[in-house]
């Protein structure tokens, strides 16, 4: 279910007085792949509630560059929240999620990949609040860039009448 933060935090408010471990993540998921997918799955397995904010496609621009997203962000929310692993998404405008975080004050703040605790922007929001940031959930799946790359080769290719091999057609 996508929700504003407003309304996101009156859901951790009542999850978090039943008692349920609220877990947050966020990212850009932009062209959703099976990575993204099997690092949700292992976020959702810290707590009960799983929380996923989206980059806003201005933030996506920020971070990434002119040419990205491809998908726009309410289309990107709308995958993320279809999954089941996933119980809400929001889209965050911000280039970091703290704004968000400070909102929602996580039981648990996940980041996944190739980060250290040192490089999360994010932990001191987190933890200030008395949660706890989770990193390295490291997945195989190849990431979107490389997805995208490798479909810009083959275009490229197919433009030249080239062969994967890269030798011409015969």
């Known amino acids: 279910m996508i929700l504003s ?22 990212g850009c998921f932009d062209i959703l792949h099976v990575g993204h997918l099997r ?14 904010g989206v980059n806003s496609d201005a933030s996506v621009r920020r971070l990434k560059g002119p040419t990205r997203p491809v998908i726009p962000d309410v289309e990107r929310a709308e995958l993320i929240a279809a999954l089941k692993c996933v119980d809400y998404v929001t889209i965050f405008d911000e280039d970091t999620p703290c704004e968000l975080l400070e909102v929602l004050k996580p039981d648990v703040h996940v980041k996944g990949g190739d980060y250290t ?32 790359r490798a479909i810009q080769e083959r275009l490229s290719q197919e433009a030249t009448g080239e062969d994967a091999s890269g030798h011409g057609a015969s």
């Open 5 to 26: 933060r407003e309304q996101l935090a009156q859901v951790v408010q009542e999850a978090k007085r039943a008692g349920k471990v609220v877990v947050t993540t966020n």
């Open 39 to 52: 690092y949700l799955e292992e976020a959702k397995k810290l707590g009960d509630l799983l929380i996923v």
């Open 117 to 148: 605790l040192e490089q999360v922007i994010e932990r001191e929001v987190v933890e200030r609040h008395g949660g706890r940031v989770v990193v390295g959930i490291k997945v195989p799946a190849r990431s979107t860039t490389e997805i995208l």
